[in-house]
């Protein structure tokens, strides 16, 4: 079974090799494609793509996965990644991106939302814990936040601010982290990606 530490090390070499191939990324609304590179790709065409990377990388760890799959009780609401075969997965993990810029360069303000939000139709990670806590699936729990890093937005206080408020939703384990660089898009050239176990469910406090 694969180690949250080797999961994190593994998807950030994932963004790499897949960054390598140049993939595009076209504009869901106004059809215009990006310029080449992972990181103007929606984050489940992301967690697609370094898959895809990773079940060639290392069959035996990765070969069996699936994306979006529903939660129990919830079908409506689908886990991002489940890693093993159903029903006891040996992992269940939500992703997501913290992209402070946009393939023009401008800055996204709306982006901390998606890490920070409280509110469930928001999405965020702070409400993934709450999602995996009380998720039905079996097996180990994980949220995962793979970032796009920029020397005057680093993203280390977005992260450890996603910490403080997420401890008072749920237990986690220490934070894993690696690094990746040298991707091929002008403006989305390194960052990390980083995670953290859910272990159990705790009352907000008040």
Same mark, same amino acid.
């Given at each position: 079974?694969?180690?949250?530490?080797?999961?994190?090390?593994?998807?950030?070499?994932?963004?790499?090799?897949?960054?390598?191939?140049?993939?595009?990324?076209?504009?869901?609304?106004?059809?215009?494609?990006?310029?080449?590179?992972?990181?103007? *790709? %929606?984050?489940?065409e992301t967690v697609k793509l370094?898959?895809?990377?990773?079940?060639?990388? %290392?069959?035996?760890?990765y070969r069996q996965y699936r994306i979006g799959v529903p939660y129990p009780e919830k079908s409506r609401q689908k886990c991002d990644l489940c890693l093993g075969k159903p029903p006891s997965w040996e992992w269940a993990v939500e992703v997501k991106m913290l992209r402070l810029f946009g393939d023009n360069g401008k800055l996204n303000d709306n982006m901390?939302? *998606?890490?920070? %939000?409280p509110y469930p139709e928001h999405r965020s990670a702070l409400t993934d814990c709450d999602k995996l806590a009380t998720s039905g699936l079996q097996g180990q729990k994980a949220v995962v936040i793979y970032a796009f890093?920029?020397?005057?937005?680093?993203?280390?206080?977005?992260?450890?601010?996603?910490?403080?408020?997420?401890r008072d939703r749920a237990q986690l384990s220490s934070r894993f982290s690696a690094g990746f660089k040298d991707l091929?898009?002008?403006? *989305?050239t390194y960052g990390l990606v980083v995670a953290w176990e859910v272990l159990d469910r705790q009352s907000p406090r008040d």
């Open positions: 079974m694969v180690t949250l530490e080797q999961f994190v090390t593994d998807f950030a070499r994932g963004m790499k090799l897949a960054d390598q191939r140049q993939p595009v990324a076209v504009n869901a609304r106004r059809k215009i494609a990006f310029q080449a590179g992972i990181g103007p *790709h %929606s984050e489940t370094v898959m895809i990377e990773l079940a060639a990388l %290392s069959p035996e760890a901390l939302m *998606h890490i920070l %939000s890093d920029t020397p005057h937005f680093p993203v280390e206080p977005a992260i450890r601010a996603f910490e403080l408020l997420a091929v898009h002008p403006v *989305h």
